[in-house]
């Protein structure tokens, strides 16, 4: 039994942070245009060149969504696969692999091929291709409902919350309504946000300085949830030392197992903008 775990690019996770004799990993790329020029959001991509780029870009930039057939290239390859997408909410990715699904099963009626929406994006991405990756290896030849079933509910119990200098590729690109007051940043006014139990953005607060940011964050991933034992990934765009404190204040206000922290990849990096801060958990 051969599987092969799929995600999109948005996942912030880099093949070199997994391995497994019972499973391999693949992210199919979105493609990220800043004016004229394209961007495969592949692991090559640099991001500190994509994010110069975009600060002297003055026309639009946009994203696209993977094509189906990038998926069913990916599904192809093993008899059983797994795929979690960036919120179906904020994109057509969820869309281009469930019909990329269709198209494989249609020549191999066999294999098993299970689309999961995030309903979020960067860390939750990666807690779910781990959590994937530790059924597969307990039990490779597992029932493939159940663990579909499995992983649904793990889906459901993650959380999302994030704080961004910058949320102009967002609104511009129609992920989010605008924000009241665009003076905000420029008063020291941090917004956080999160995302809703269907995979939209909602902006939750806002906070002056980073220390009541932080310390705001924190307690909103307190409310959201029992954080017991939480595994946390924190992705950063170009900010380690923000991510740095930003996992300071969680250890000391929750009882979470773990905070890692994660480089976004280019499609986070293109929307959470430079110094943005996603707290997966
Ligand atoms: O299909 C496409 O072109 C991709 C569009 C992606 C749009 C949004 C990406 C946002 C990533 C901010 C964190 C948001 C987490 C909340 C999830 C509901 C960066």
Redesign the pocket.
């Known amino acids: 039994m051969t599987w092969n775990i799929v995600s999109d690019s948005?996942c912030d996770m880099r093949a070199a942070q997994f391995s497994s004799g019972a499973a391999a990993f693949e992210a199919i790329p979105?493609?990220l245009r800043v004016g004229e020029k394209e961007y495969w959001d592949t692991e090559e991509l640099n991001t500190q060149e994509l994010l110069a780029a975009m600060a002297t870009e003055k026309t639009a930039s946009?994203?696209?969504?993977p094509a189906p057939a990038a998926f069913a290239r990916a599904f192809e390859k093993a008899d059983r696969s797994i795929c979690f997408t960036?919120?179906a909410?904020?994109?057509?990715?969820y869309n281009a692999a469930c019909l990329g699904r269709e198209m494989v099963l249609e020549e191999h009626p066999e294999k098993k091929i299970c689309v999961i929406d995030s309903?979020?994006?960067?860390g939750?991405m990666i807690l779910l291709i781990r959590r994937a990756k530790a059924l597969i290896e307990a039990d490779p030849d597992m029932d493939f409902e159940a663990f579909c079933d499995a992983l649904r509910m793990y889906q459901a119990s993650l959380r999302?919350v994030?704080t961004?200098e910058n949320f102009d590729n967002?609104i511009k690109?129609g992920?989010m309504r605008p924000l009241v007051g665009t003076l905000l940043h420029s008063l020291g006014i941090h917004v956080i946000?999160?995302?809703?139990p269907q995979?939209?953005?909602h902006v939750s607060d806002k906070a002056r300085g980073e220390v009541k940011t932080y310390k705001r964050m924190a307690q909103l991933m307190g409310e959201s949830k029992d954080c017991t034992g939480a595994e946390v990934i924190i992705s950063h765009c170009n900010n380690l030392e923000g991510a740095a404190r930003l996992k300071q204040q969680i250890l000391e206000s929750l009882p979470v197992k773990s905070v890692e922290l994660v480089p976004?990849r280019g499609?986070?990096s293109?929307?959470?903008m430079d110094k943005?801060l996603?707290v997966g958990f």
């Not at 946009?62 to 969504?65: G, L, N, P, R, Y």
């Not at 309903?119 to 960067?122: G, H, L, M, P």
């Not at 946000?193 to 809703?196: K, L, N, S």
Request: aromatic letters at 8%; hydrophobic letters at 40%; proline letters at 0%.
């Open positions: 948005s979105l493609c946009s994203t696209a969504c960036i919120s909410n904020l994109s057509g990715t309903k979020s994006t960067a939750a999302t994030f961004l967002l690109n992920r946000a999160d995302a809703t995979g939209t953005i976004c499609l986070c293109f929307y959470a943005g996603i």
